[in-house]
């Protein structure tokens, strides 16, 4: 018997697959692009079919075309230009935007991920089952959470923050946790 | 959506977002005098008047609905997985990864943390990904959905290897209020 044959077979773990993330902005505003080109392409093969007597009805891209042909210098090109300008901006700005992660790792020897959303609900839970505290709302940023609660009295901020801890400490990495408390007399 | 057809969305949303830039600085550069686009305006009204205006708008129609449709057309969610090949030096065998994936989910499935269980099979940038999707309790489901889905995958790279990327995506109930352990 070899010192091989002794030792614990290592346990296999899969590969590990990438993180959950939103579509990509550039993507969405892509699509919309495209549904725009082919509404102009189908006009135009509308105008087309107009003027080759298949269907009737005005043509709509020739007085669209001349009335930027007989455009002149007014005052709204100011502004519209302005407003044209920064939407080309934040244009480039969503082009270059990484893709959004949509849920958050947690540690585990395998890759597992909660949604973002779901922190949120899992600290309210913890947070509404600290006795004194009569209602809790959460929210979460990329590095902490914050539980506001209403409560009976007494301090139980220390309480309500390890409650909160221990149910996030899987999250990699354990957000920071903040808790703002009011105190509410029950009527 | 492959990554290249992300990225030419990403280059075609910045390069109009440029086009976009410099049509408004036109606009504000006419409007007070330092440029004029009488010579574009010519061209067009020219353009018009053209006979074969007809034909141009017909073939700019098809060109542009083709295109449109072409780049709708790589927006679309990722492939399902086909088939995978088992780690297996003896024989040639292979596996089918939706079923691998079914398989896991009706694992997944039978643990006490978890309440709601699906998965799809799907290939993501060349591999083939396995994706469980489990629903936990709000109170304890994350420690216990993590356990059941680390077992669940374990068992997967032990019958497939590392030919398949396992990952498992927790959602959260809130009106389950059990506590789980």
């Known amino acids: ?187 | 959506m492959t990554r290249r057809a992300v990225a030419f969305d990403r280059v075609a949303v910045f390069v109009s977002g440029l086009g976009l830039t410099a049509l408004g600085c036109l606009m504000v550069a006419w409007r007070r005098g330092s440029v004029s686009p009488s010579g574009f305006q010519v061209t067009l009204a020219t353009a018009l008047s053209d006979p074969e205006w007809t034909w141009w708008s017909a073939g700019a129609g098809v060109l542009l609905v083709v295109v449109g449709l072409r780049w709708l057309a790589t927006h679309h969610w990722p492939p399902r997985a086909g088939r995978v090949a088992l780690p297996t030096q003896a024989l040639k065998a292979s596996a089918d990864a939706t079923s691998v994936a079914d398989a896991a989910v009706a694992a997944l499935a039978q643990d006490a943390a978890v309440v709601k269980c699906s998965g799809a099979a799907t290939v993501e940038r060349g591999v083939p990904t396995v994706t469980l999707t489990a629903t936990v309790p709000a109170r304890h489901g994350l420690d216990a959905g993590a356990a059941a889905a680390d077992r669940v995958a374990e068992t997967i790279a032990v019958m497939l290897g590392d030919t398949v990327a396992v990952r498992t995506v927790l959602r959260v109930d809130a009106k389950r209020g059990a506590i789980v352990r």
């Open chain 1, 1 to 187: 018997m070899t010192a091989a044959d002794t030792q614990p077979m290592a346990t296999p773990v899969p590969r590990p697959a990438p993180a959950p993330r939103a579509s990509a902005g550039a993507s969405r505003i892509a699509v919309g692009c495209a549904i725009a080109i082919v509404a102009v392409g189908g006009v135009a093969l509308r105008d087309a079919a107009l003027a080759l007597g298949w269907i009737r009805g005005g043509p709509w891209l020739p007085p669209a075309l001349r009335a930027i042909a007989e455009l002149r210098p007014a005052w709204w090109l100011t502004p519209a230009g302005a407003a044209l300008a920064v939407v080309g901006v934040a244009l480039c700005v969503v082009a270059c935007a990484p893709r959004r992660r949509t849920a958050r790792p947690l540690t585990a020897a395998t890759a597992v991920y909660v949604r973002r959303a779901d922190v949120v609900t899992v600290a309210a839970a913890a947070a509404r089952d600290v006795p004194g505290v009569l209602n809790c709302r959460a929210t979460a940023s990329r590095r902490a959470v914050t539980v506001r609660c209403r409560i009976t009295g007494g301090q139980l901020g220390d309480d309500v923050r390890a409650a909160v801890s221990e149910q996030l400490g899987r999250l990699d990495p354990a957000p920071r946790v903040v808790v703002r408390l009011r105190t509410e007399q029950p009527s």
